[in-house]
């Protein structure tokens, strides 16, 4: 197992007590606060965007120092801030209020049956694609699973493979674009929503969750068809390289913590687990302000997986959480 400490984190960070809870109030440019999760993440406020009903805060500490995260002007309840922070004007207040108001939607698609179908015959087509495509570049690799979960670290050469393997369908840009953005914060900007929507308009899981508040969501390179090519063949390229290492389930772990009462699990289409007990443990641990912690492990069929850290470059470069992105299976009570 890794003795490497699983997150960076500050040793003796300032109490709760000197923050006030976020609002929209605190979106001014230059406000410094904290994400509300176990480590107390320190954050800058860089841009305000109203008329696309976001805010961007960049991260000041940590493995992920200079992400920049778009997220939500909902999202602000999920921050604190020092008490001297600097207040928006009046009319920045107010504009911020009309637009969270305007762009707060909820959207749900609820899979089709017969979309799901299609999908499904395509997959099973794409796999068997992918199967054969790796049985003849795979020869001599040898990847020891255990030592892979162990150390918490990927395989370069399936890196490699991966990259190869998409680049062949003209999928990388997309790769690159999707994983960069699901690894630093997966509510952060709109390119994991817009996948998401996808995956349920294939039928392959529900969305429920926010509207899109960018109207190019879908325009150009990131349009439904390629995002829905880059979907399928990555969910091929993921079974077919379990499959090569005689794994039909996965063993994952997940964890959550809250400083409050403990919530069911907000809905979601893509659903991110571990490979490491050590990565969940410590997440169970939350932080100082811990209340309620709760801890599962599942063996989850290999059909679920998306993308693991196995062969997932951006999984390895910032964190090293040995992670599985699963499909959402809304019948299941665990993850």
């Not at 993440?41 to 920049?68: H, K, L, M, N």
């Amino acid at each position: 197992m890794s003795h490497a400490p699983v997150y960076i984190s500050e040793e003796n960070p300032a109490p709760d007590s000197a923050f006030a809870p976020g609002e929209l109030r605190h979106l001014a440019i230059g406000n410094r606060g904290r994400l509300l999760d176990a480590r107390r993440t320190p954050i800058t406020i860089i841009d305000v965007a109203p008329e696309r009903g976001s805010f961007v805060a960049c991260v000041d500490a940590f493995e992920d120092t200079g992400a920049r995260w778009e997220l939500g002007l909902e999202e602000i309840e999920r921050f604190q801030f020092a008490h001297t922070a600097t207040p928006a004007t009046d009319a920045t207040l107010a504009e911020l209020q009309h637009s969270a108001a305007h762009f707060d939607r909820d959207l749900t698609i609820e899979r089709d049956q017969a979309s799901r179908e299609d999908a499904l015959s395509r997959l099973q087509q794409r796999r068997h694609d992918a199967s054969a495509w790796l049985a003849a570049r795979t020869s001599g690799l040898t990847v020891d699973v255990v030592e892979h979960i162990s150390s918490r670290e990927g395989h370069p050469g399936l890196y490699s493979l991966l990259d190869d393997f998409l680049t062949q369908h003209d999928l990388h840009d997309l790769e690159q674009g999707f994983t960069d953005s699901l690894v630093t914060n997966p509510r952060a900007g709109e390119i994991v929503k817009g996948h998401a929507i996808v995956l349920a308009e294939l039928g392959l899981c529900d969305y429920r969750g926010k509207a899109p508040r960018d109207p190019d969501l879908f325009a150009g390179p990131w349009s439904r068809l390629r995002r829905a090519d880059h979907l399928l063949w990555r969910l091929a390229f993921t079974h077919a390289l379990w499959l090569s290492l005689d794994r039909n389930e996965l063993t994952l772990y997940r964890a959550a913590a809250t400083d409050g009462a403990f919530q069911p699990q907000r809905p979601a289409t893509l659903i991110s687990t571990t490979f490491s007990r050590e990565v969940a443990d410590s997440h169970f641990q939350g932080g100082p302000a811990t209340r309620v912690a709760a801890l599962w492990r599942q063996r989850v069929p290999l059909e679920r997986a998306l993308m693991t850290f196995l062969e997932t470059r951006a999984m390895n470069q910032r964190f090293h959480e040995a992670e599985a992105v699963l499909l959402a299976d809304s019948s299941n009570g665990a993850f």
